[in-house]
């Protein structure tokens, strides 16, 4: 299994992904949600799958086999979302975490496969007595390793008595921007729309030379986070149309063109004219299931599942995966980004234009973001921002 040719199929179903919750989920609010958490939920539930069901994963995920994923996943988690804050760099916080119904007992390949490859924490709850009891604790699990920012994961009556196994991951990042905004020159200024309106927010600024490409109906700016010793590099990139309603055709190219997002970074500094990016916080959750299944991927929802690798059990013949919760934050301020997600899968029985004069970077309109790794191209987080004031 090659990593780039890998990724390039990761962030490939990312960003399709993208376009599908930002225009049936989002099309009127702020989104941000995490690519790489909602991949690596679906990559265990295929890691004790077989027949149809791990097809259907594959085929989705862009993915040979289950070992390969696996892999990808391992290499990901050590490349890529290890913390680096004990260097200078972003730190950063990645966990899964497998827990069982009381009653049944993980298949030793299973359970090898996840503790190894997915480094998961694994517990048994008793789903059949105590369900409330083990949403809260899988609440708790989740919001411990994402700083306090996810709360909530799993919505009351997510779990019940039927509940028999939850899958899921939390991942926490927090960057410092290496050239902080000063926010004494942080002024309220006005932000358009969608609908044409005008609303005062603060907008942060700066003199300073940025990562900025120009193209024929966008811009991208790319911010980069103050880095560790080691060699990876964490940046935000900030697609801004021209046109104050041209979001939606620039998530549409986004989507639909694989190597858009690499095609598309800005990797010389420039001379800035006019420069304005407003301070946001944003937080959204949604539930994963009937978009997959758009995707194509019906089989793990459904009596026909196959999840019989996970458990030692003739149960394991009757379980399906009834809903996956995600949920995502992130706040940009003058200090950097602080931003965290978790996905949980409940099982249940049945090209730049180069210029010379001064870019305006002036996001005082929707504007689509991005949160990644350089180096290996893992992209973290996505959202759209329509209107910085909206309260989380």
Same mark, same amino acid.
């Given at each position: 299994?090659?990593?780039?040719?890998? !990724?390039?199929?990761?962030?490939?179903?990312?960003?399709?992904? &993208?376009?599908? %919750?930002?225009?049936?989920?989002?099309?009127?609010?702020?989104?941000?949600?995490?690519?790489?958490?909602?991949?690596?939920?679906?990559?265990? +539930?295929?890691?004790?799958?077989?027949?149809?069901?791990?097809?259907?994963?594959?085929?989705?995920?862009?993915? /040979?086999?289950? &070992?390969?994923?696996?892999?990808?996943?391992?290499?990901?988690?050590? !490349?890529?979302?290890?913390? *680096?804050?004990?260097?200078?760099?972003?730190?950063?916080?990645?966990?899964?975490?497998?827990?069982?119904? =009381?009653?049944?007992?993980?298949?030793?390949?299973?359970?090898?496969?996840?503790?190894?490859? @997915?480094?998961?924490?694994?517990?048994?709850?008793?789903?059949?007595?105590? =369900?409330?009891?083990?949403?809260?604790?899988?609440?708790?699990?989740?919001?411990?390793?994402?700083? *306090?920012?996810?709360?909530?994961?799993?919505?009351?009556?997510?779990?019940?008595?039927?509940?028999?196994?939850? #899958?899921?991951?939390?991942?926490?990042?927090?960057?410092?921007?290496?050239?902080?905004?000063?926010?004494?020159?942080?002024?309220?200024?006005?932000?358009?729309?969608?609908?044409?309106?005008? !609303?005062?927010?603060?907008?942060?600024?700066?003199?300073?030379?940025? @990562?900025?490409?120009?193209?024929?109906?966008?811009?991208?700016?790319?911010?980069?986070?103050?880095? /560790?010793?080691?060699?990876?590099?964490?940046?935000?990139?900030?697609?801004?149309?021209?046109?104050?309603?041209?979001?939606?055709?620039?998530?549409?190219?986004?989507?639909?063109?694989?190597?858009?997002?690499?095609?598309?970074?800005?990797?010389?500094? +420039?001379?800035?004219?006019?420069?304005?990016?407003?301070?946001?916080?944003?937080?959204?959750?949604?539930?994963?299931?009937? #978009?997959?299944?758009?995707? /194509?991927?019906?089989?793990?929802?459904?009596?026909?599942?196959?999840?019989?690798?996970? +458990?030692?059990?003739?149960?394991?013949?009757?379980?399906?995966?009834?809903?996956?919760?995600?949920?995502?934050?992130?706040? %940009?301020?003058?200090?950097?980004?602080?931003?965290?997600?978790?996905?949980?899968?409940?099982?249940?029985?049945?090209?730049?234009?180069?210029?010379?004069?001064?870019?305006?970077?002036? &996001?005082?309109?929707?504007?689509?973001?991005?949160?990644?790794?350089?180096?290996?191209?893992?992209?973290?987080?996505?959202?759209?921002?329509?209107?910085?004031?909206?309260?989380?």
């Amino acid at each position: 299994m090659d990593l780039s040719d890998s !990724i390039v199929h990761q962030t490939s179903f990312s960003l399709q992904f &993208a376009k599908l %919750v930002g225009s049936s989920l989002a099309s009127d609010s702020n989104l941000v949600f995490s690519p790489i958490s909602i991949h690596t939920a679906l990559a265990l +539930v295929a890691a004790g799958s077989k027949g149809e069901t791990q097809k259907q994963i594959l085929s989705v995920l862009r993915s /040979g086999s289950a &070992a390969d994923l696996s892999l990808l996943s391992s290499q990901i988690a050590d !490349i890529v979302l290890a913390d *680096g804050s004990s260097s200078g760099g972003p730190r950063l916080t990645f966990a899964n975490g497998v827990w069982v119904d =009381a009653s049944l007992s993980l298949k030793s390949t299973f359970k090898e496969v996840i503790t190894s490859a @997915y480094k998961a924490e694994t517990k048994a709850l008793d789903f059949q007595a105590k =369900a409330e009891d083990a949403r809260q604790e899988v609440n708790s699990w989740v919001q411990n390793r994402t700083g *306090g920012l996810i709360n909530e994961l799993l919505p009351s009556r997510s779990v019940d008595e039927m509940t028999r196994l939850v #899958l899921g991951n939390a991942l926490y990042f927090k960057g410092a921007w290496d050239q902080r905004f000063d926010a004494s020159q942080t002024k309220d200024s006005e932000f358009y729309l969608l609908d044409g309106s005008t !609303i005062q927010v603060p907008f942060m600024s700066t003199k300073e030379k940025q @990562y900025l490409s120009s193209y024929n109906d966008f811009k991208v700016l790319g911010i980069p986070y103050k880095q /560790g010793e080691d060699e990876r590099r964490f940046s935000m990139y900030i697609f801004l149309p021209d046109a104050r309603d041209g979001l939606r055709n620039l998530a549409e190219k986004l989507s639909t063109e694989s190597e858009f997002l690499n095609h598309h970074i800005p990797w010389e500094k +420039v001379k800035i004219g006019k420069f304005k990016i407003p301070k946001f916080k944003i937080s959204f959750g949604f539930e994963a299931s009937e #978009l997959l299944k758009t995707l /194509g991927l019906t089989s793990p929802f459904g009596q026909d599942a196959d999840l019989r690798e996970m +458990v030692d059990s003739a149960v394991g013949g009757s379980l399906y995966v009834s809903s996956i919760h995600h949920k995502s934050f992130v706040e %940009v301020n003058e200090e950097g980004t602080e931003a965290a997600a978790a996905t949980a899968a409940v099982v249940n029985m049945l090209k730049s234009i180069r210029l010379f004069e001064p870019l305006d970077f002036v &996001a005082d309109h929707p504007f689509l973001f991005v949160i990644r790794e350089d180096k290996t191209g893992v992209v973290l987080f996505i959202g759209h921002l329509l209107n910085p004031r909206t309260a989380v």
